[in-house]
């Protein structure tokens, strides 16, 4: 590998001032024609075209990206990653993603700071403890790591938490997975954007999808505002945007895009060690690693393609927040953001072929997407290939919404849709 | 060290007012009136923290809420601590304790400033390089890391401050009460408007009232002096209202603004209980004047960050506004004529300035030759390519630049000096504006954004809108304001304005030097400490977009957001890839402006305000007889009532033994309640529940299923028929809500054709329920003029009837399987009809049970909970409950997605029962159901929904749904639990009395 | 926060409302002709629209009428606002 990053090569660099790093990613026009182009330069196309090269032995292959890479829901969203979900499915799907992202560093030679520090779910009424005693059951007969924690258990692994009985919804118990943690969502896109460049996809920013040509039902290319770029496989990953991207296909999806809002305090040094959710008061929290507190909102109900929420929703969010951490009143809000999220009716995913041939599609992640970045991309980049679905990823195909088989995980989503 | 450094009077402080106050545990004195900032100055302290990064000593650099440098941690050992204040923004009072922040053991020997001498090896980006092997110990760094990160320390302790909301609907909203914003709040004031001006600050006027030089008139007067008469004026507007110590947080769409108010942040520590400290304005304003200023920029060369150095605005400000100087030794450098302003107004004051530097070449305005007269040493077309000093600036060596600005020619000159005031011209602070959907334009000549497009009806006056000066401020905002306002005249038109400013400006975003960039510090984000060659490196790997650029250094991320070197970040971009500014846009400014406290969001939902309690009518008795609750959507129902220390399991036992052997009482009055009348009222119920409801009888009742229209159970309950048009409907206590919202939206969007009506009554009658062999006898005590017989009340039916003389809806159903009768009243005789019945029950044993006790009943019946045996995947085929689903009937709600390839599928999850081998083993809700554990991967076909031990038939009881489990009564399964195998056996979800007898008994 | 005009209360906050999806999509007369996949289409499949959405909005903290209304998604502008059974505007 060009540019290897480690401490020695830190080293040698300062030497040099640092005037000798090369590009982790070249800036190419586009080629007339890829063998296939993955249509989204978040974590999850990256991805798929870093597997698509290394796995498939795909070559030509293009990401097209409106903006600037990582810089839609991977750089927005707050880096919660578990594979702690109730069905089989998605605990297959999840489990695989978070098995990658466990030597992801050393896989892209980029520090994803991928940083197990657990993930705690808090059960706050008697059906969460039922909901989060069967996930835990399920989750163990899966080989997932999860263990269920009672009222002390729970104060003990987070000790600000506010476990008293008096509160308006006292903390019940809760579940632990351990191996879950946060990652640095920067790196991730930017680690697999610098690994498929180094095998010679080209990432093309600021290139905006026009349209999409068909020849009866097969694809033939896009449409970009860098001209026309052929193609016989495309692979969308447009999160918020893949409806607009289906639309100019003839296709629709069963997809609602809706605004989902975060923030995050001001740095202080270390005061919350874990990542903790709580389902039922709508909060969730951790700290990263520059010390500000993450803080998770939830989705507006309505369509929208603004990248800004309603003010209740961080302020409900807020008020959760204190409920369970009456010591962070006097901590600031630093920063809000919004971002888009497209949300399918059972709150699982799409990684699935569709009625076009050459045309696939990986969207409705809503608001829990970038937990599956790594495991995402190596499943889409299988079917692409394969124009045929791995056996992780064949629940998560379209036709279950015509035939009733769905994946229903609105349990194990933090945000109510 | 200590010195007094205090000028000359200043009007703004109150020098006959001494306030002490502690700074890393020493005690000083300043003014009412004061800044920590102006008074740490005032002793002649600069050094104030350490950077996030490096860990180098800084200093107090501005006198606004743009501060990155001077953040500080308040009373660190009190509930009201805070961390990350700006010391510039913290009015001093008697007992104020700040500290430093980031750094070990002190602010003046810092352990962490190793990584300054670590530096080369820390460059922009370095982690995302190191720290993987071997692979484990990313989290062990990781450790480190975080310790080192992070400034301030979070509280430990709840609040004890109260924080509120307010909201406020204004006809024009002024934000800035500068001199542009005061014109503006007049204006609207005159012209009629409800008006709202608010500033940040604790006083008005901006920095023109203290702009105090021949240099700057109005109409022959003093800029500051004519700005007081007019400020004296406003205040005299009724419909004006004024709020200082108020900061716009967050501009959203459709005029609709978040401020924070201040109350009590600047009186002690001790006067603050019980009062609001904060109060959060929900603004909605028709319109919105921005008049938010601008803020000056620095300037980026080698080491541009030491303590003492600050911006040259900074310095006239301390000098004019609080009479303070910030060294005696002060050299200015500067690209514009702003620095010139500041040296007239030191030079005033006596304060000594040793030299100008300017990096402009031929310049000439009337401040510059005043300053000229004054011998002070300007150094034309000169840049600062040092500084000197580690914890205070004591040296600057300068150069001439080259014609083309790119590098230094020449020889060194130092200049000792304690204090550097930098000027790099201004920056409309837009931050606002582009937070409410407005869009910037780049303005060539001087190198800043202004507003462009507005998103909605708002105008941006003043320098935010780049009128720097004062005479094109004053020119321009007569004709903005009139147009924008729709009025006729104002009070400033044709004002004589003399202002002494030359606008010329010579912007350099990255100063020349001697040395080549790799060996220099030259900031432009001084609390994350990134630096110009950190931008160039990030530039260098192919980060190429500000964005990727902004995130890869953590240029702008700190606590000031970019305020200050935002621009500069952007400048160097563009010079070193060779675009054009305007093309690369700004970064996203995003809410709130300064930060904003959490309390201060949550204004007063917190602690018993955080979610409303719904409570029945009877809750008093409960509370009274020692119940525990469970909180069931909003509402806190009845548990169990543990007797005489019992434990729960005791309670439940005892309570659910009771009602079948004799009787039990329950409070239902949460269950969710909708009348429906109209003339298609059974037409209607056709359609919204799975079963047929034309031929139900009036005074009858009937169990309905309702399904979403993707085929899934979503609620179920009784609904009676009261008249021929009149229905009442019950659903589950925690859909309710979403019941009536999903009827109503179906009545009125899809079949607005039929004539029904839709009321929820929920909360209008309490509901008791008496359950039990004896419960006809007790009820019919309470209600004597009812014929009970089962002839004239046989069970699924209801009697209008009255007790005493309250009318009361009696219904004959049951939830238990046993004999029973709810008694429906008017909420608030609830309790008394309650007692009345407990009363009447003495002689039966009359036993209140919770929700416990009403779930191990229905279990013992094999009735369903909806969302506890139902998990919006069963369809009412799954639960067994095909008899509830009517085949005549041509749709309803659902009934189409029941018949889809997968919903038919035999291999369904389906409702069955459990028996374990050992009768008293009681399994865990929600433990797997599986046929072999020994196989891998363990293929699990269901869980355990509901699972009791039951106390009549004396043994274990569960329901569960199980993959094909229709087809599996009799066969044997084991619920793997995390130490071992329990055996079960699956059998009929009926366990007691399936011939329905004891509803007669 | 936008604002929304109520045809029945007038302009109240969004936070006031609601949001019940695309408007338009009529429920099928006779489901039970259809196929799965006509089915799906009427069940799930949106357009998802960024730009001029016509949709439908109920006044839960009001008058708890359903309404329609035509707003722009990319940026939540509202163009027009009409009653259930009225015909959509056509500019």
Known sequence: MRNKYSLFSLVKNAFSYHENWEKAWKDPEPKKEYDAIIVGGGGHGLATAYYLAKKHDMKNIAVVEKGWIGGGNTGRNTTIIRSNYLWDASAGLYDHALKIWESLSQELNYNVMFSQRGVMNLAHNLQDVRDLKRRTHANRLNGIDAVYLNTEQVKKFCPIINTSPDIRYPVLGGTLQRRAGTARHDAVAWGYARGADEMGVDIIQNCEVKGIKRNGDSVEGIETTKGFIKAKKIGVVAAGHSSVIANMAGLKLPLESKPLQALVSEPVKPIIDTVVMSNAVHAYVSQSDKGELVIGAGTDDYVSYSQKGSHDIVEGTLNAILELYPIFSRMRMLRQWGGIVDICPDASPIISKTSIKGLYFNCGWGTGGFKATPGSGDLFAHTIANDEPHKLNAAFNLNRFVSGDLVDEHGAAAVAH | ????????????????????????????????????????????????????????????????????????????????????????????????????????????????????????????????????????????????IRKSAGLGKSPTMPDPDIYEHKYIHCDVLVIGAGISGIMAAKTAAQNGFKTLLVDEKPYLGGSTIYQNSEHFKINNQISSSWLEKEISEIKKFENLEIKTRTSVAAFHGYNFLLARENLT????????????????????????????????????????????????????????????????????????????????????????????????????????????????????????????????????????ISKDGQKVVGSKISITCDCLGISGGWTPAVHLFTQSGGKLKFRDEDQVFIPNIYSSDQISVGSCNGDFTLDEILSNIPNILRNFLKVKKTDYENLEVYSSFNKSKRNIWLLPSDKVIGKTKPFVDYQNDATAKDIKLALREGFRSIEHVKRYTTTGMGTDQGKLGNMHALGIISETAGSKMGELGTTTFRPPYTPLTFGTIVGRNVGEYFDIFRKTPIHSWHVKNKAEFENVGQWKRAWYYPKNGETMHEAVQRESKAARDSAGILDASTLGKIDIQGTDASEFLNRVYTNAWSKLAIGKCRYGLMLNEDGMVYDDGVTTRLGENHYIMTTTTGGAATVLGKLEDYLQTEWPELDVYLTSVTDHYATVSVCGPNSKKIVSQVIPDLDFSDENFPHMSFKNTKIDKIKCRVMRISFTGEHSYEINVQANYGKSVWEKCMEAGKDFNITPYGTETMHLLRAEKGFIIVGQDTDATMTPIDLQMDWIVSKKKYDFIGKRSLYRSDTIREDRKQLVGLLTENPDEVLEEGAQIVADFKKTPVEMLGHVTSSYYSPNLKKSIALGVVRGGKNMIGQKLIIPMENKQINVTVADPVFLDKENKRLNA | MFLIECPYCGEREQSEFKAGGEAHIIRPKQPTELSDDQWAEYLFMRKNIKGMQFERWVHTHGCRKWFNVVRDTSNDIIKAVYKMGEKPPTK
């Not at chain 2, 008074?39 to 000593?57: D, E, T």
């Not at chain 2, 440098?69 to 601590?81: D, E, G, Y």
């Not at chain 2, 070449?361 to 077309?381: A, F, P, V």
């Open chain 2, 1 to 144: 060290m200590t010195k007094n450094l205090r000028v000359k009077t200043s009007k703004f402080v109150d020098e006959t007012y001494k306030i002490s106050f502690k700074f890393n545990g020493t005690t000083y004195y300043g003014y009412k009136g004061d800044t920590l900032a102006s008074a740490l100055l005032a002793n002649n302290i600069h050094l104030v923290g350490r950077s996030f990064k490096y860990h180098r000593p800084r200093g107090i650099m501005t006198a606004g809420s743009e501060e990155p440098n001077a953040i500080v941690q308040l009373h660190k050992n009190s509930p009201r601590t805070e961390p990350n204040v700006r010391a510039t923004e913290v009015e001093i009072y008697e007992g104020l304790e700040a500290s430093s922040q980031n750094c070990w053991p002190s602010v003046n020997f810092d352990i962490g400033g190793i990584n300054n001498i670590l530096s080369p090896l820390l460059p922009a980006g370095f982690y995302y390089k190191t720290f993987m092997w071997p692979a484990s110990f990313w989290e062990k760094y990781e450790y480190f």
């Open chain 2, 265 to 400: 942040d600047h009186i002690p520590l001790e006067q603050r209980n019980n009062k609001t400290r904060q109060r959060l304005l929900k603004i909605r304003a028709k319109k919105v004047i921005t008049a938010t200023g601008s803020l000056e920029r620095p300037l980026v060369f080698d080491n541009n960050d030491r303590p003492g150095i600050l911006l040259s605005s900074a310095v006239e400000k301390y000098a004019n506004l609080f009479g303070v100087a910030c060294g005696e030794k002060n050299v200015l450098f500067t690209n514009n004529d702003s620095a010139y302003e500041t040296a007239i107004s030191l030079h005033q004051k006596g304060i000594n300035i040793e030299a100008i530097i300017d990096n402009r070449e031929e310049i000439d305005s009337k401040l510059i030759k005043e300053t000229e007269k004054n011998n002070i040493k300007i150094y034309k077309g000169y840049t600062i390519v040092n500084t000197y000093g580690y914890k205070r600036i004591n040296k600057v060596s300068i150069m001439q």
